[in-house]
């Protein structure tokens, strides 16, 4: 199994990557439902939307 080890810019873990084919024999070998909450992707968004740095008035907005 192949795991890439997730950091913040200060260097601490914060997450584990693994490889799908990994996820799903684990989902497998343990029972591992894919229960997604309706709303999951919205609301990822709105955090995400909610962490990113907004551009100042007098910034030009990237396209």
Do not use: H, N
């Amino acid at each position: 199994m192949d795991l890439k080890y997730l950091t913040d810019a200060k260097g601490t873990l914060t997450g584990v990557f693994i490889a799908i084919e990994d996820w799903r024999a684990l989902q497998k070998q343990y029972g591992i439902g894919e229960l997604v909450a309706p709303d999951s992707g919205a609301q990822l968004r709105r955090k995400l939307a909610a962490a990113l740095p907004m551009p100042s008035a007098d910034e030009p907005a990237e396209e």
